[in-house]
């Protein structure tokens, strides 16, 4: 059994694509314009105030305060989408699923993601933790800590240009994991822009929505990128973990067998 901290085994699902060193990042200009990005002011107002404030336990943290860029392997099959930074973790931190403390979300979705194959650490806890993903890039659809972390239905539709935007930059996206029902219906509010889906798929753990077979499959019609399988997974919020409505087991059904299966596939 791999000790905590020690790297994991590439996976081996598959043709990946070959050729030049991972990007292990957007542009600069790209992430450059989601972090100075203003258009929410009420987030705005928010996450300001709480990197002013601090939580006693981070007092002597600077917190990043700003909107939150995705992170991860921009030339991975895979995209993990969240639903927005942590008040005192992402928002803290500036990077997704990082610093919200130890057993949270951050940890336990990396935990799955290293148990799967994914990730070479099963913690997130700050961004120079030398946690690398591989295949995957996570992002959230809305970039600023809402207030109870509930974003109004006009942020999410705001911000989702974000993640049009780092679309056109994973040229290699197969499958999106959708963690939780906001996030399922914020990918599907995206894919409305450019075609309808109907009836719109309901949201569970381990759905697995198919696009469309044959040339509607393949990039154009405003699509960046060959149309990714979805799959939905319960978020790992301490509210689901806790209460194991959420546990390990189901991570790793997500992570290590469909995820894999879909990754073969295609
Ligand atoms: S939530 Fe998104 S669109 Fe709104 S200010 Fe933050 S980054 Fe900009």
Redesign the pocket.
Known sequence: MRRPGTPARLPRWGPRPAGKARRLRISAQLHAS?VA????PR??TYCQGVARDKKRAYRDDTYWGR?VPGFGDADGRVLLLGLAPAAHGANRTGRVFTGDGVGGSGDFLMSALNRAGFANLPTSHHPEDGLRLHDVYIAAA???APPDNKPARA?IT??LD?LDAELTQLPNLRVVVALGRIAWDAWFQLMARRERVMPRPIFGHAVVWHPPSGPEASPGKGWPIAKPTIVGAFHPSRQNTNTRKLTPAMYDQVFGRTLPELLRAR
């Open positions: 989601i990005c203003e258009r929410c987030l705005r909107p809305v970039r600023c942020e705001t911000c974000h």
